[in-house]
């Protein structure tokens, strides 16, 4: 559960959270944005660089239409407008990986603008939502990237990731807790990679947060906010948040101000730190830059790219709980593309939405677990799955038989129907052979019956389990129930 109404106890009262994200994800393609160069991630250094992402004389940026149209997709998932026309400016700084000391961006016409994304306070309520407001997504060139632990006085520079493309998604203020801002990220990463258009490896880098933190008094105006650059995962972009809302809370309390700033987070202190005053847009000296052209997208580029969008996160949920899915179900298996598309096969396959979902959250999740595994290389097919299933929906399996034949199937890869021959683990519905066992059981445990028919009814799960154990759990548990109770009354 999102906690929505989160305040920071300050010595002079509460203090309220805002909270802005601007996100840098990486698009995927096999070339960069304004070269051919590949953009594979773990290359050797200086091994994707063309003369264009080295900024060699006379060398001229192409647009790779691929990364606009990953954007222009991405836009559409996120419910924005898609600008037909827009542009693309120089902002002009010094860096010692910029080659060209300027990044080409869009600051005034980007490609897409307003857009939301819901996210969901509380997974057991569907109606508990927020609409987070996207104010804008532009498309711009990564920098490359300063090696400091090759050589103990130099640093090198790899230039691998210069000229990759990034789309930057910039929400509006409107989160206001760790919770909340954790959401959006977990939210807005789903929604990337259902489209494709970005792999969501914040670890590899290919999708970080700048994370703008302001506070103020409940309803009051906005304060000074920060801007902590290039964190890397969901729960350190929570921590920054709780660190940074603390930190200026304290600074203001006593007597001091809040600077405009960007600050860089230490995740083994947790801890953000000055890294240098907060730059104006006048500071990067923007112009429209001369060797591109404006971006114009005709209304077939346009309807192309609606057309190859999946179904998104959102109306995937909507329809697995359609099928009679719990809301949390419903939202457990759709936070993860893979988990989603797994499932799908399992429906295919023909499970029954709700046995199967149980089962996958339960029974799946649990074993994968264990076995430090993903769905992705998960040991049952959902074909398998599906099989073993069905078997239990048939009667052929009783709960804890199915149990069995799981764990089998994770060790051997051996599919339900074949464990079930094989190791005649077949559930038995003969009511021959379960009265026998449940004469046998109530014979030598006289007292226990005489105990139950003078009221102590509880006796009744003994009489279950020693019966269920006399035929190692093979008995159909629904018909040792009847025959028992037909018996002992």
């Given at each position: 559960m999102v906690v929505s109404d989160y305040r920071i106890k300050g010595a002079t009262g509460d203090w309220e959270v805002v909270v802005g994200l601007e996100v840098h994800a990486q698009v995927v393609s096999d070339a960069k944005l304004f070269s051919g160069a590949a953009t594979a991630f773990g290359a050797e250094p200086n091994t994707q660089v063309s003369l264009v992402d080295a900024a060699m004389p006379g060398m001229l940026p192409v647009p790779n239409c691929e990364c606009i149209r990953q954007a222009v997709r991405t836009g559409m998932a996120l419910d924005a407008v898609i600008n037909r026309w827009s542009r693309f400016d120089r902002k002009n700084y010094f860096y010692a990986d910029l080659p060209q000391g300027y990044q080409i961006s869009q600051l005034y016409h980007p490609l897409v603008g307003p857009g939301e994304v819901e996210i969901l306070l509380d997974e057991k309520d569907e109606n508990s939502v927020k609409q987070i407001g996207i104010e804008r997504i532009h498309v711009e060139q990564d920098a490359g990237k300063l090696m400091h632990d090759q050589h103990p006085t130099m640093s090198y520079v790899d230039l691998n990731r210069s000229g990759v493309a990034l789309m930057e998604i910039v929400s509006r203020p409107d989160m206001s807790s760790p919770a909340e801002a954790g959401a959006y990220l977990r939210k807005l990463r789903a929604i990337l990679r259902y489209v494709g258009s970005c792999d969501g490896n914040m670890e590899e880098g290919s999708m970080r947060a700048d994370v703008n933190v302001s506070v103020r008094r409940p309803g009051g105006e906005l304060g000074t906010r920060t801007e902590t650059k290039n964190v890397n995962s969901v729960r350190f972009v929570m921590a920054v948040i709780e660190h940074e809302?603390?930190?200026?809370?304290?600074?203001?309390?006593?007597?001091?101000?809040?600077?405009?700033?960007?600050?860089?987070?230490?995740?083994?202190?947790?801890?953000?730190?000055?890294?240098?005053?907060?730059?104006?847009?006048?500071?990067?000296?923007?112009?429209?830059?001369?060797?591109?052209?404006?971006?114009?997208?005709?209304?077939?580029?346009?309807?192309?790219?609606?057309?190859?969008?999946?179904?998104?996160?959102?109306?995937?949920?909507?329809?697995?709980?359609?099928?009679?899915?719990?809301?949390?179900?419903?939202?457990?298996?759709?936070?993860?593309?893979?988990?989603?598309?797994?499932?799908?096969?399992?429906?295919?396959?023909?499970?029954?939405?709700?046995?199967?979902?149980?089962?996958?959250?339960?029974?799946?999740?649990?074993?994968?677990?264990?076995?430090?595994?993903?769905?992705?290389?998960?040991?049952?097919?959902?074909?398998?799955?599906?099989?073993?299933?069905?078997?239990?929906?048939?009667?052929?399996?009783?709960?804890?038989?199915?149990?069995?034949?799981?764990?089998?199937?994770?060790?051997?890869?051996?599919?339900?129907?074949?464990?079930?021959?094989?190791?005649?683990?077949?559930?038995?519905?003969?009511?021959?052979?379960?009265?026998?066992?449940?004469?046998?059981?109530?014979?030598?445990?006289?007292?226990?019956?005489?105990?139950?028919?003078?009221?102590?009814?509880?006796?009744?799960?003994?009489?279950?389990?020693?019966?269920?154990?006399?035929?190692?759990?093979?008995?159909?548990?629904?018909?040792?129930?009847?025959?028992?109770?037909?018996?002992?009354?």
């Open positions: 809302a603390r930190r200026q809370v304290d600074l203001i309390e006593e007597g001091g101000e809040v600077a405009q700033e960007t600050r860089l987070y230490d995740p083994d202190k947790n801890v953000t730190r000055t890294l240098r005053s907060k730059e104006d847009a006048h500071d990067y000296r923007y112009f429209p830059d001369p060797d591109l052209l404006p971006l114009e997208l005709d209304e077939a580029f346009i309807e192309e790219c609606r057309a190859s969008l999946p179904e998104l996160p959102d109306d995937k949920r909507k329809r697995f709980e359609g099928l009679g899915i719990t809301p949390y179900n419903a939202s457990v298996l759709t936070a993860e593309v893979e988990t989603a598309r797994w499932f799908d096969a399992l429906l295919d396959a023909g499970a029954e939405a709700r046995q199967a979902a149980n089962w996958v959250v339960a029974e799946l999740f649990g074993a994968l677990n264990r076995l430090g595994k993903t769905i992705v290389d998960a040991p049952v097919s959902p074909q398998q799955a599906a099989e073993l299933l069905g078997l239990v929906a048939d009667g052929t399996l009783s709960g804890s038989l199915a149990k069995q034949v799981f764990e089998i199937m994770l060790d051997t890869g051996d599919d339900a129907g074949k464990i079930v021959d094989e190791r005649g683990l077949k559930q038995t519905s003969d009511t021959g052979e379960i009265d026998a066992k449940i004469d046998e059981i109530l014979a030598a445990n006289a007292d226990k019956v005489e105990q139950y028919k003078a009221g102590k009814e509880a006796l009744f799960g003994f009489f279950v389990g020693q019966t269920m154990k006399a035929m190692a759990g093979k008995a159909n548990p629904q018909m040792v129930n009847e025959r028992l109770r037909a018996k002992l009354n």
